[in-house]
């Protein structure tokens, strides 16, 4: 699906988050073109009376004047310099930002204001931005997630049809790496029976440690409202026994408790044997990434 951008002006840029341990996000773009099935931002878009289904990712928004909003709000007398998630509802490294380099310009201003960011992405095109990455380093710090939850051919086209392949995100990974910049995993989200199991989670973990992450983290599959009925749709069509057993398991916007702890476990305990860590602190990595359910 080739998508429609919308160049509309922001009025803010920076969004004030709650009950997340990190307090400022920044999205230079709304809605996402990767398209995946299990994708959070389905259910904002539902609540906000917008396309959550196959429509979803149809229509970006682009914030052409991100970067100018952003650098008049940090040079603010009473910004403090708080962590800065990039991303958080939309991939700020999506098919867009080829053309339109929103999310440089923001990196940029991020350095000159000395403010720390972390970023998540399924794109290698980060690499573009190493210089701008390595900038913000020095000046504050930053750290650079890439979420990939399997190495399965099958289950990333049919989860995440319109992201970059696996192992083009560890590729990036290691170039990042090699760069001094600190680069992890998120192994996000983690589908029950499908990427959950010791093997498959093993996979990608020795895939990590052999790019040189310098962190990894986990996080199961969430389904609130306005994301499940897409994400079962597609898996009943993809894998039909699979589909009832999800109806079963996912009450709620949650596996049980247990159950998601056990996964979150399974992943750390494997994570150890690989001498990988899921909790090195870093000025530039909001706890967030360490909880068992959040999924970016
Ligand atoms: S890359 Fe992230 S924001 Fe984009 S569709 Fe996938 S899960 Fe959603």
Excluded at 73 to 79: A, I, V
Excluded at 217 to 231: D, E, H, I
Excluded at 280 to 292: F, T
């Amino acid at each position: 699906m080739r998508p429609v951008y919308r160049e509309e002006p922001c009025k803010t840029a920076l969004n004030r988050v709650e009950g997340m341990p990190f307090r400022w996000s920044l999205n230079p773009y709304m809605g996402c073109a990767h398209r995946c099935t299990f994708c959070y931002v389905r259910s904002f878009e539902a609540r906000a009376e917008r396309p959550s289904g196959a429509a979803y990712g149809a229509s970006i928004r682009v914030k052409t004047n991100v970067a100018q909003v952003l650098a008049a709000e940090l040079s603010r007398p009473g910004w403090r310099r708080e962590l800065v998630a990039v991303g958080t509802a939309t991939d700020p490294y999506q098919p867009a930002e080829g053309r339109y380099r929103l999310t440089r310009a923001c990196l940029a201003v991020l350095a000159r204001a000395r403010t720390p960011a972390s970023l998540v992405t399924r794109s290698p095109m980060v690499v573009r931005d190493i210089d701008v990455l390595q900038e913000l380093d020095r000046a504050a710090g930053v750290s650079v997630a890439f979420s990939i939850p399997t190495l399965d051919e099958r289950l990333w086209k049919a989860t995440e049809p319109d992201t970059p392949p696996p192992t083009q995100r560890l590729r990036a990974l290691e170039r990042l790496r090699a760069a001094g910049l600190d680069a992890g995993v998120a192994l996000a989200p983690l589908l029950p029976g499908l990427s959950d199991a010791p093997s498959s989670i093993a996979s990608v973990l020795r895939a990590a440690k052999e790019a040189g992450a310098s962190f990894v983290w986990a996080s199961p599959l969430r389904l609130p409202p306005g994301t499940r009925p897409y994400f079962l749709s597609q898996l009943a069509g993809e894998w039909p026994a699979l589909a009832s057993i999800y109806e079963h398991r996912y009450r709620g916007a949650n596996l049980p408790r247990a159950q998601a702890e056990a996964i979150v476990r399974r992943a750390a305990a494997l994570a150890a044997e690989f001498g990988l860590s899921c909790d090195r602190p870093s000025r530039a990595r909001p706890e967030a990434v360490q909880l068992p359910l959040w999924e970016g």
